[in-house]
């Protein structure tokens, strides 16, 4: 049941994010950043806990969980160092995925020729 909630969640977060894309003149980075700012948001208001909760990994794959993982670690640095805090907390915290995001780029690239 655990993989059918998760299956379920990310697939209709991307059907959003397709239905955006074929509907309107926004591009794909238009859409990303509307979902990572999407993402923060709601882990300010609370909710995103509630979906990693209930959805595990469904929740944690998408886009939206780095403005999640941006706002929680920034804010649990403000608590713990004041306002100076916001910037260590969050590179603290993200720097793991920015460099995923870095080195798997760079192999995928050499893997694959892009189209011209």
């Known amino acids: 049941m655990n993989y ?5 969640f990310a697939g209709s977060v991307c059907a959003l994010g ?3 894309l074929d509907n309107t003149k926004l591009t794909p980075g238009h859409i990303t ?6 993402g923060a948001f709601l882990s ?6 509630y979906f990693i909760a209930h959805f595990g990994t469904g929740a944690t794959v998408l886009i ?4 999640h993982m941006l706002y929680s670690a920034a804010y649990q640095g403000y608590l713990e160092e004041g306002f100076l ?4 907390g969050m590179f603290t ?6 460099t995923g995001v870095i080195i798997f780029s760079f192999i995928f690239a050499i893997i694959f020729k892009p189209k011209d």
């Open 18 to 20: 397709q239905i955006i």
């Open 85 to 88: 805090g916001i910037f260590s």
């Open 44 to 49: 300010f208001l609370g909710c995103y806990d």
């Open 93 to 98: 915290k993200s720097s793991i995925a920015i």
């Open 4 to 8: 059918l909630g998760a299956f379920l």
């Open 64 to 67: 939206s969980n780095f403005g």
């Open 33 to 38: 950043s509307i979902f990572t700012v999407l």
